[in-house]
């Protein structure tokens, strides 16, 4: 059996967000993003900071972008289609969860899985 300091966070799943900025033209922006969950809090921090730069996003390591637009906020049929991709009920996609409880909890079903083998 698997024990879980041997699975890796970032190799079990990704943390999607949805993140806003303003691009060079001062322009607003949205972007749903997929998180690792080794730089999830450095993420929030950066966001939080407003030094958030989607440009560096991939580039830096954080994860994946998902999809993004010019304005405020998506669509929601863009949310409708993110929660889809990812198998998300769209209320869970705004949910104050824990995601490191989540990717926890995935990392002990996946043990499990690999001990019933």
Do not use: H
């Amino acid at each position: 059996m698997a024990e879980s300091s041997n699975i890796n966070p970032d190799n079990v799943g990704r943390m999607v967000m949805l993140a806003y900025g303003l691009m060079s033209d001062s322009k607003p922006f949205w972007c749903y993003v997929a998180v690792k969950p080794s730089r999830y809090d450095e993420l929030r921090r950066i966001i939080a900071g407003k030094k958030f730069d989607i440009r560096n996003y991939e580039k830096e390591g954080f994860g994946e972008i998902i999809v993004s637009g010019e304005s405020v906020i998506p669509p929601q049929d863009v949310t409708k289609k993110v929660a889809s991709m990812f198998k998300i009920p769209i209320r869970q996609l705004f949910a104050d969860i824990d995601p490191k409880e989540e990717i926890t909890k995935e990392i002990e079903r996946l043990n499990n899985e690999s001990g019933e083998e």
